[in-house]
């Protein structure tokens, strides 16, 4: 299995005086650079202003009410945001960074050092973590400054954040509830906060100035205690302070150039909180899209990119870590979902830069495949049929093979995700979507497209997507399973488009009923896949004689199950092709 790039180590955490006590370079890199060399001549986002050289993030999260003005006690909280990327690097590595070019060639001076002290407070049953907030004390030097941070919401790189001085280490609650939402506030004041986990941090900050934009780039080390678990810090922050957000991707491709990187936007708190539980990083599933029925085409894929991207950096902790198998299948799902949000701007025309991007999420997606298919056999296939014979001799033996191949998987996997091809990739991919530099690769007899509403391109894909899994689910009832296998391919991107384009629908009751149906089928057809996939392993798998009658029980198993699931396959597929598809005119 993957190990944490953070090995825990026990160590008996002593409290900050007077303060609260914790409780416990080959061609494709060449491709993919090349993006960074693209702008986008359209107008800054609206939704994001940049006032005295501060972002203002104008968006509410998810999860939050607009925050209304500061309560009047102690010092006004000073209304922020931030815009910002994490390279994740090896600590004797660090001074490396420091002096590459782009920094030495740019910075302003030679920066300020700080040592950075901060203890993160929640309640017992971490009411603000789980509502998608933060709240932080930090001390530097006399100084001491109170902050609220939202999780990110929609974009990769965007965060709300508030910040208020207080006196000390102690937060001040009344500073920070004009910026928790309404519904939590009665909450806080029955539940006291408690310390949960402590930073220390040694930052080097420098300002970098680029004809695009300004970024504060900071060289943090460090750990975070939580209890007697500790958990080293070595990172580079990437703050943007003006300018094109696109700034940040383009100072972070310069730095991996320099040597391994890894782009995240996995928070310190985030890191803490699980430090705290002990827990892996989440493996979350993709939040549901949300397009209002008038947006443009443009506005649509930069949308439907952003959460693909999102997605996708949130599933890279997870996957990495090795500890939840959900990690390394969400970021398998997630780069499904980029490589059809792609397929799907190719309806617009061609795209020069579409096929690069495409054949690196291939890359990526295939050397997870192994791990994935592994993971499912052990913790799934195999105990089930195990349980349900024990009479039948072998199972550990065969358990026993098949993890030796799910650790070279896992090898696999997570040399993939070490490989500086990757880190380049998902920041080629980042500056893309930021930039919109899919508006540089359409040709100009198709630009008019994308200044058209999103409904009719969506009604126009929707509709061929869906003639093509009717087409291929012709005589359903007696379909072969190589067929079968084609019209689950077919169901897979429609499930896909409609994810992405259904929610410009989402006023009408058939949308709903419509997807509830396509999952349903794609879930029985993805069963029936499911045991192909298993034979393929045991035939892989080279089973010795001890485990060799095992095997033969579980081939046997699934070849009977695949009998049995077909009624409940074809009552799924009538129910599907009766729904009335809501791109329809009548709705």
């Not at 617009?348 to 499912?376: I, M, P």
Request: aromatic residues 6%; positive net charge; charged residues 25%.
């Amino acid at each position: 299995m993957l190990k944490s790039d953070a090995t825990l180590a026990r160590k008996t955490m002593s409290a900050p005086d007077g303060n609260p006590v914790l409780k416990d370079r080959n061609k494709r890199t060449q491709v993919v650079a090349g993006f960074l060399r693209q702008r986008d001549a359209a107008e800054p986002d609206p939704e994001h202003a940049i006032v005295e050289g501060a972002v203002i993030d104008q968006t509410p999260s998810q999860d939050t009410t607009p925050a209304p003005e500061p309560a009047q006690s102690g010092t006004a909280a000073r209304p922020a945001g931030e815009i910002e990327l994490k390279l994740l690097v090896d600590a004797d590595r660090m001074a490396h960074f420091n002096a590459a070019p782009v920094i030495t060639a740019n910075a302003r001076n030679k920066g300020t050092r700080k040592h950075l002290k901060s203890v993160y407070y929640d309640t017992a049953e971490r009411l603000l973590r789980r509502n998608g907030l933060s709240l932080r004390v930090r001390q530097s030097g006399a100084r001491f400054v109170q902050t609220v941070k939202t999780d990110a919401a929609d974009d990769p790189l965007r965060r709300g954040e508030w910040e208020a001085s207080v006196s000390s280490l102690a937060p001040d609650l009344a500073l920070a509830m004009p910026f928790i939402p309404e519904k939590l506030r009665s909450n806080l004041v029955t539940q006291p906060l408690e310390a949960v986990f402590t930073a220390d941090i040694r930052r080097h900050a420098r300002m970098i100035d680029l004809p695009s934009g300004t970024v504060e780039i900071a060289f943090d080390q460090g750990e975070l205690t939580a209890g007697d678990r500790t958990m080293p810090v070595s990172e580079i922050e990437l703050e943007l302070k003006s300018g094109s957000a696109s700034t940040i991707y383009e100072v972070a491709l310069r730095l991996a150039e320099q040597g391994a990187v890894k782009p995240s936007i996995r928070t310190k708190s985030a890191r803490g909180f699980d430090l705290a539980a002990d827990e892996p990083p989440p493996a979350r599933r993709p939040r549901k899209l949300r397009l209002d029925a008038s947006v443009t085409l443009d506005e649509a894929f930069a949308t439907i990119l952003r959460s693909c991207f999102l997605h996708l950096l949130q599933s890279l902790p997870a996957a990495e870590d090795g500890r939840n198998p959900e990690g390394v299948h969400q970021l398998r799902v997630s780069l499904r979902r980029l490589r059809s949000a792609l397929d799907l701007m190719r309806s617009v025309g061609a795209l020069s830069n579409l096929d690069a991007l495409r054949s690196e999420v291939k890359w990526l997606a295939q050397d997870l495949s192994a791990a994935r298919d592994w993971d499912v056999f052990q913790l799934e296939t195999l105990p089930t049929i195990a349980q349900a014979c024990p009479l039948v001799a072998g199972f550990d033996a065969l358990g026993r093979a098949a993890a030796e191949r799910q650790s070279d998987a896992y090898r696999k996997a997570h040399d993939a995700l070490d490989d500086r091809r990757c880190a380049v990739f998902l920041i080629g991919l980042g500056n893309w979507i930021e930039t919109r530099g899919w508006r540089n690769d359409v040709a100009a007899e198709d630009l008019g497209q994308l200044a058209e509403p999103a409904v009719d391109f969506a009604r126009r894909i929707l509709s061929e997507q869906y003639a093509k899994v009717l087409k291929r689910g012709r005589r359903f009832k007696s379909l072969p399973a190589e067929e079968l296998h084609r019209v689950r391919l077919a169901t897979k991107r429609l499930r896909y488009l409609s994810e992405f384009l259904l929610p410009l629908y989402e006023d009408r009751k058939s949308a709903r009923r419509f997807s509830r149906r396509l999952a349903a089928l794609q879930e029985e057809l993805g069963a029936f896949n499911d045991m192909a996939v298993t034979a393929s392993l045991l035939d892989g798998l080279g089973t010795e004689p001890d485990s060799a009658v095992a095997a033969a029980a579980i081939a046997g198993w699934q070849a009977r199950a695949s009998i049995g699931v077909q009624p409940a396959l074809q009552r799924t597929w009538r129910d599907f092709t009766a729904a009335r598809v809501p791109w329809s005119s009548q709705g």
